[in-house]
């Protein structure tokens, strides 16, 4: 054995010193479990520490106390630990813990930096369901600035009240919810009004549901009201995209007396440019630099169009000046082998993401919210409106292009370059539908059918409205729009749009040559 | 014109419709059945089949050229007036269908699928034949009196009629892919087995409907040879030409363009009619804006304002894309676009044009003196 050659003595000593060494580590450890049972029983000095031992006790009744009492006092700063505790917990403890950091986060995010955040917090806080947190709430809303988070707020602590044990309480609550107008408190309150309707129901519950009853009411009648609004906006937004569109077919209509079948899948060129830029930015620019791709792409997609569109000006539309049909097929040709050259290109899915600006929305009424890109559209259209009013009415260009749409040939005669005041008004009018295609990714996908979509409906913007007056093109591309989506809700899309034809069929039998006719010598063009 | 050009033209015409439409009727079914199934001569069931599509396909783009090439009115919706027709026919192939269908119930497929328990009280005329044919012929053009007398009592012309019809198809297009039209949505009506007793995967029917086609095609074109050569016609083309003086000559360009529109439609459901049996499948696809404007490329190649054009176009433009889809699946739209860009800005007058230019180099005047648009501003 190789234990032969050690000393016998030697043996010995070790063997002694391990034994003593274990019965040293035995005791502390003992000593230790000692202290441990001491600390539950012994109460701490500070309430909160003692809360956090205690919620990790097998007692129902102790843990619940401590949540209750942690609850009152404690702050942010428990989180972690509660945390913590949570990862070793079982699951008991774990579903004891949970509210309680929970209501301790939301109290906290109420005096978030970020109103988003804020809001969030006070919407869940309902969730919870205590009645600490209405105090939290009403003292939250009465230093908010924001109205609608102050709004959310109010309408959580009034959500919470409404599970109250006292009746007045409830009662109050229930008339309040009305005057918020509170969509989320709509179906408890229905439930009060059905407690109300059954045979056993108390003379205070009669008096609950019939509050609930007229507040149900308000809260409808209100968000009436809403949907209107909201249906009104959503037409305004289609209106000034038709609105950018037709607005190009038709000024090029008006002046050279073409029919441009292209004019959509210009808009997509002015898409996939946009799409080009931001695919530039992610490929060479630091991610911080990401959101500057989109004004950048505006340029882009306006001279990418209207280069296109001058080389289609160039090649094929001048050949065919007075043959307006020719013009149709033609362009349509050609928007044909645009179309196929996108989708070999770059397939069939590619998407633009927004800008930050662009991202979310306003809540400016109670059940009304306005998604940014919308409303960042309608300014658009109508900035471009300005722009093509100071452009051909206010410029020199303008003035020009104006005597040529009237009369081509004495235009001519007085000196005005006729065909260069063409090429650039068709460059002009292309590098509106790639301006056009640059907004219109903010609301959906970049694909070859872009143009296709919206090409319809603009052309029965311009032929309502007239040919060569901005006025009529504004006021058919919102009768159009704002009827789309007003009849949309009612019979769906399609049949939306078949009303829309047999209504623009119906009105040309009124005024045959739209809206705003060209009168006099001009009328039969 | 002068009148010697007009009658040698027709007199060429005449003889060219007679040689052709033998060659159609007699020599391709017999090359069809005679010649032995290698033989170079022979052709096939699947090309007879084809053949038949592209002379249903002719007759549509007749009438199309009737109303465009003579009259000056370009519709975009002629595909909604050809899926009237095949519609209708198609409802009543697929009632024929009866307990032979996928879930062995009197109802089509379709509505077992969508859950209808009842045939709808529409469907009822297309119980049988009589109905269906009927309904092939009427609707359309009950519905083209309709449009076109709100269209052109109200002075819609050129372009504005053109974007409205286009409107109307594309709505059309829509409307048919709505399941609740009971019409089959996007997979419209299909899986047909028979007509009159005949199977229609029997060589034989094909060849039948194909003579069918044939005689039909025949019967279309003597009835606007008829039109055209009528006073009628003349007023046709001298509105084409320019309406406003037509208008003063004491005439109704309205009137006259509602008729040829109605006519036109007329035809088109006829195609549809005759297409669907041979085709054996129609969906919203074939009605949409783009098959609408097809018919245009076909009229514009073949040569517009030349009936005998538009029975070559919608031929050789078909023709064409059946072989090339075989090759270049992805070049077609490209080749398309192309077409309608070559032959608008450079071939105006079309294959017929281009051949009257080789064939005499005599001064004949175009046959399409320029056509309307040509006082536009």
Request: hydrophobic letters at 50%; a neutral charge; proline letters at 4%.
């Amino acid at each position: 054995m190789s234990l032969a050659g050690i000393p016998r003595k030697l043996l010995v000593l070790v063997v002694l010193l391990l034994s003593v060494l274990g019965l040293c580590l035995q005791s502390a450890l003992a000593a230790d479990e000692a202290d441990h049972i001491a600390s539950t029983v012994v109460s701490s000095a500070d309430p909160i520490e003692q809360a956090l031992l205690d919620v990790k006790s097998e007692d129902a009744a102790v843990r619940s106390k401590a949540v209750a009492l942690l609850i009152e006092k404690g702050d942010a700063s428990l989180i972690p630990k509660l945390d913590a505790i949570r990862a070793e917990a079982d699951r008991a403890i774990r579903v004891a813990i949970k509210p309680v950091i929970d209501l301790l986060k939301n109290r906290a995010n109420l005096t978030s930096e970020q109103s988003d955040t804020r809001r969030s917090a006070a919407a869940d806080l309902v969730g919870t369901g205590r009645p600490e947190a209405i105090t939290w709430l009403e003292q939250a809303a009465a230093k908010e600035p924001v109205w609608w988070v102050k709004y959310t707020m109010e309408e959580s602590a009034q959500l919470i009240q409404l599970r109250s044990e006292d009746q007045a309480v409830q009662l109050v609550a229930v008339k309040k919810l009305g005057e918020l107008r509170s969509q989320n408190g709509l179906s408890a309150l229905k439930e009060f009004v059905e407690a109300g309707a059954q045979s056993g129901a108390t003379n205070e519950q009669r008096a609950l549901a019939e509050a609930a009853q007229t507040s149900v009411e308000r809260i409808d009648s209100w968000s009436r009201w809403a949907s209107v609004m909201e249906t009104l906006f959503r037409g305004v937004s289609l209106s000034s995209i038709l609105l950018i569109m037709s607005l190009g077919l038709a000024i090029v209509f008006g002046l050279m007396g073409v029919i441009n079948m292209a004019h959509g899948e210009l808009m997509m060129i002015g898409a996939y440019a946009t799409f080009v830029t931001q695919q530039a930015f992610i490929a060479w620019f630091s991610p911080e630099m990401f959101d500057w791709y989109f004004p950048v792409a505006l340029p882009v997609a306006f001279v990418t169009a209207a280069a296109f569109g001058w080389v289609l000006e160039a090649t094929v539309i001048r050949f065919l000046y007075g043959r307006l049909l020719e013009t149709l097929l033609a362009t349509w040709g050609v928007s044909l082998i645009l179309m196929q050259a996108a989708r070999v290109y770059f397939g069939d899915l590619t998407a633009v993401i927004a800008p930050q600006a662009l991202r979310g929305g306003a809540q400016v009424m109670v059940g009304v919210y306005l998604p940014y890109n919308r409303i960042f559209i309608i300014v658009l259209s109508t900035i471009c409106v300005l722009g093509i009013y100071f452009l051909l009415f206010r410029s020199n260009l303008g003035i020009r292009v104006r005597s040529v749409t009237q009369n081509r040939n004495m235009s001519a005669c007085l000196g005005i370059p006729t065909r260069k005041v063409d090429s650039y008004t068709f460059a002009f009018a292309s590098g509106l539908a790639g301006i056009a295609g640059w907004a219109l990714t903010m609301v959906g996908n970049v694909d070859p059918g872009l143009g296709q979509n919206y090409i319809v409906d603009s052309f029965m913007v311009v032929v309502t409205g007239g040919v060569g007056k901005l006025a009529g093109t504004i006021w058919a591309s919102l009768g159009i729009g704002g009827l789309n989506k007003l009849i949309e809700p009612v019979s769906g899309a399609v049949y939306g749009k078949v009303f829309i034809l047999v209504g623009v069929i119906l009105f040309l039998q009124w005024r045959p040559q739209g809206l705003f006719a060209a009168k006099g010598r001009n009328a039969d063009a | 014109m002068p009148e010697q050009a007009v009658a040698r033209q027709d007199s060429r015409e005449t003889l060219s419709f007679y040689v052709v439409g033998a060659l159609f009727l007699i020599v391709v079914p017999l090359l069809n059945v005679l010649p032995a199934e290698d033989s170079w001569l022979h052709i096939s069931d699947f090309r007879l089949n084809q053949f038949g599509k592209f002379l249903a396909f002719a007759i549509l783009a007749l009438g199309l050229d009737l109303i465009w090439g003579y009259c000056g009115v370009l519709s975009l919706g002629q595909g909604v007036f050809f899926g009237f027709g095949a519609y209708c026919m198609g409802m009543y192939l697929s009632l024929q269908i009866g307990k032979e269908s996928v879930y062995g119930s009197e109802l089509p497929d379709f509505m077992v699928w969508t859950q209808v328990k009842e045939l709808p009280l529409f469907w009822y005329p297309f119980k049988n034949f009589i109905g269906g044919f009927l309904g092939a012929m009427l609707v359309p053009m009950l519905f083209a009196t309709i449009f076109g007398f709100l269209a052109f009592r109200s002075r819609i012309k050129g372009v504005y009629f053109a974007i409205i019809t286009q409107a109307l198809a594309f709505a059309a297009w829509l409307v048919f892919n709505r399941n609740e039209t009971r019409l089959g949505g996007t997979n419209g009506l299909t899986d047909f087995k028979q007509l009159l007793g005949f199977r229609l995967s029997d060589p034989s029917t094909q060849r039948g409907l194909y003579i069918l086609t044939v005689l039909a095609l025949a019967a279309s074109y003597m009835l606007c040879r008829w039109i055209v050569a009528s006073r009628a016609g003349n007023v046709l083309i001298a509105i084409r030409d320019s309406e406003s003086r037509v208008t003063f000559s004491g005439y109704t360009p309205w009137k006259y363009k509602l008729f040829v529109f109605v006519v036109a439609a007329g035809l088109a459901g006829l195609a549809g009619m005759l297409y669907v049996p041979q085709v054996g499948i129609i969906t919203p696809a074939q009605i949409g804006v783009l098959p609408s404007l097809e018919v245009v490329i076909w009229v514009a190649v073949g040569g517009r304002g030349t009936l005998i054009g538009a029975i070559l176009g919608a031929v050789a433009v078909n023709y064409g894309r059946s072989v090339l889809t075989n090759y270049f699946p992805e070049a077609w739209p490209f080749i398309l676009g192309g077409l309608f860009v070559v032959v608008v800005t450079m071939f105006p007058d079309g294959l017929v044009g281009m051949i009257r230019k080789l064939s005499d180099r005599k001064k004949t005047p175009s046959p399409l003196i320029k056509a309307e648009g040509s006082t536009a501003a």
